[in-house]
Each structure stands twice: as C-alpha cells, then as structure tokens.
C-alpha cells in the first residue's frame, strides 16, 4: 500500500535557525514528489516538483531534495513569514490524477 | 495572471440545504479536481475531470456531485449537507499530457453547516 509520511509534525525554529523537513515515501512507482506550502485558511502554495533521485530545486531559502525512499525540504535562515504547514505529496505511475499527501510539518519562526 | 479561483470564499448553509461550490481557472489546463480538507488534516480527493471524462473516488458519498460545463468551469454539488460536511472544499487543476503534472489550487471555500 502507498504511503506517505511527514516528520516532525510540527517545528518550532527561531529566525535564522536553519532546519530540514522529511518526507518518506513507499510507492510501487514514484511519478512526482510535490512540495506545497499552506498558510491558514487558504489553498496550498506550489513550491517545487521533484521527478527523480538526486533532483534538487531551490527557491529563495528553501531547497528540495530526493533520493529513492525520501525528501527533504530545507529551510535555510528562515524568517517569521516562512511560518505555514508544509506539505508532501506523492503521485504514483498506477494512479494518474491522485495525489497521496502526507499529513504536513507544521513550522512556526518566531523572531 | 493566470489562476484558479473559487467562489464563494466562505459558505455557510443549512443542515440538508444544497449548495453548490464554483471554480474557474485561466491556466488552461484540461484537468480540474476536487478535495475536502477538514481541519489539520490532508487534502482529500473527491473526484476529478479529465477533460470532459468524470472520475470518482471510490469512498465519494452519493451526496457528493461535480459538473463541469466547460473548460474553464467546475462545480461541487453538496445534495444534503450534514453537519460532517463542513469543511475547506479545494478547486485544483494541471495540465495531463505532459511531463510536467504539478497540481495548483484555489484559494478554497469554507462550508459551514449549521
């Protein structure tokens, strides 16, 4: 069965306080890793795609990466407005359309 | 700029009183979805259009339809909304064809059921 599994739940950083964020996967056949970002109240964010292992994609202080078995979302010197619930996604070569989500890491960036 | 956008933001109906969600996109893309997400959890699909081809979840209550009249348009029909219904109903779209499949979404509407 596939499976998609976010750690920590939550994270608690101070402003600069660089992190990584993990998200493990266990699919019969990896067709994208997605990355989103959701603030309350509002629709998740695209930040990045990943395709295959060893991919590697950055935006302004976040950095995606992807082996086999996992990925992981780099927060490098985060600022207070990096505050959301970071999302993983997974989409499988058996199932076009649907999107295996895991459950989010909440991050809060106190100044 | 391109986009998808959803009507009404916030919901508030009554218990067993239909209501229907609406989405729009400008992104062009030939798939529209879409999910329930009740509070912290993950989004949940409900079903999705592929072009003009309807797919729905297995476990979608009956109570649940969708329409879409054309390529830029999608509803979410709620027959008789229970108070388990209440919840942020998400519009998404992509484009299938190509390699780059990534899902974008709506800003959501909030259901109250009352």
């Known amino acids: 069965e596939d499976q998609v599994t976010q750690s920590p739940e939550a994270l608690r950083l101070q402003e600069g306080e660089s992190s990584s964020l993990n998200c493990s996967y266990t699919v019969s056949g990896l067709r994208g890793l997605f990355w989103y970002r959701q603030d309350p109240g509002k629709g998740p964010e695209f930040l990045f795609t990943l395709y295959s292992a060893g991919e590697e994609k950055e935006k302004e202080r976040l950095k995606a990466t992807l082996t086999k078995k996992e990925s992981f979302l780099h927060i490098t010197a985060p600022k207070p407005e990096d505050s959301a619930t970071y999302l993983c996604a997974v989409g499988t070569t058996d199932s076009w359309g649907k999107l295996q989500f895991g459950a989010g890491t909440q991050v809060v960036v106190t100044p | 700029d391109a986009m998808v956008i959803q009507n009404p933001r916030y919901q508030v109906t009554q218990f067993g009183k239909p209501v229907t969600l609406s989405c729009s996109q400008t992104?062009?893309?030939?798939?529209m979805y879409w999910y329930q997400q009740k509070s912290s959890q993950a989004p949940k699909l409900l079903f999705h259009y592929y072009d003009k081809d309807f797919n729905n979840e297995a476990d979608t209550p009956d109570n649940f339809q969708s329409r879409r009249p054309n390529t830029s348009f999608c509803f979410l029909d709620i027959r008789s909304p229970g108070l388990g219904d209440a919840a942020m109903y998400l519009c998404a779209t992509s484009r299938a064809g190509t390699k780059e499949e990534t899902q974008y979404f709506g800003p959501g509407t909030r259901l109250l059921v009352l």
């Open positions: 992104l062009n893309h030939n798939v």
